[in-house]
């Protein structure tokens, strides 16, 4: 966001940034070049990964909106920071205390992350970010 200028201090060079968004890593599942997490993680850069709208790993029902950013998942945590490439807008959100053990009882319904998370994402993608 801002390409790495912050208060109108250059924090990161934009070369940092593109790298970071950078698609170093992608998955090729005829080559089976590492773990996908069950479809989750497709694409991986400098601590970022790509959440593409059309794949198992996106946070929006039907909408196709794309995020990059990071999730987050420690002894009934969850987290994410999300970004959508080439704009100024992102979420974060932190919950705990799910219902359910982290299992297929609590798999999600169009993507292959929680449904918890499914929920909070779908509802901010399509409330927020699909009427810009």
Request: contains cysteine.
């Amino acid at each position: 966001m801002n390409n790495g200028t912050y208060k109108g201090q250059q924090i990161l060079s934009p070369e940092s940034v593109q790298a970071m968004f950078n698609r170093e890593w992608i998955y090729d599942d005829t080559k089976k070049n590492g773990s996908s997490y069950g479809g989750t993680i497709l694409s991986y850069g400098l601590g970022i990964y790509q959440m593409d709208g059309n794949t198992t790993a996106r946070f929006s029902r039907d909408t196709g909106i794309d995020l990059a950013g990071y999730t987050g998942e420690a002894f009934g945590l969850l987290s994410m920071l999300a970004l959508r490439p080439g704009t100024k807008d992102g979420y974060v959100y932190i919950m705990n205390g799910e219902a359910v053990e982290e299992d297929d009882r609590s798999a999600g319904q169009f993507s292959n992350n929680y449904i918890w998370e499914e929920t909070v994402g779908d509802a901010i993608c399509r409330n927020v970010f699909a009427h810009k």
